[in-house]
């Protein structure tokens, strides 16, 4: 078994998951959402586009291409939350929050995207 791709596997799914786990809940109940799982999500996320980098292959530059959309609308969703709570006067107002979790959502699917690419990748994996 190689332990590289045994890391690399896991902070791909749990990128998957942390998302989704994030994502899951009313789209705008703010108690649904919490800021700390969307921090996690964007740590685990940048960890997973760092260990995608240095693959020379179609596959590898596709999943690299997943990661980096993952990863810029995860920057936005923290970023439309950080404006809101520390910048305006409005808070997390429902349409705010509808925001940061379609943003969210759009990153859900390009994690889900790139985990069909891994699955596929191993399918196809010739000893």
């Known amino acids: 078994m190689n332990l590289e791709k045994v890391v690399f596997g896991f902070f791909i799914i749990l990128a998957m998951t942390l998302n989704f786990g994030f994502v899951i809940g009313e789209l705008d109940n703010v108690d649904h959402h919490h800021v700390y ?14 260990l995608k980098f240095g693959e020379r292959t179609q596959i590898g530059a596709i999943h690299l291409a997943t990661s980096f959309v993952a990863d810029l609308q995860l920057i936005a969703a923290a970023c439309v939350w950080a404006v809101a709570v520390h910048i305006t006067d409005t808070g997390l107002t429902p349409s705010i929050m509808a925001s940061i979790v379609s943003l969210a959502a759009g990153a859900l699917m390009a994690n889900v995207l790139s985990v069909i690419i891994l699955v596929i990748e191993t399918v196809l994996f010739h000893r």
């Open 37 to 50: 799982e969307l921090f996690a999500v964007v740590v685990v996320n940048l960890i997973a586009t760092v």
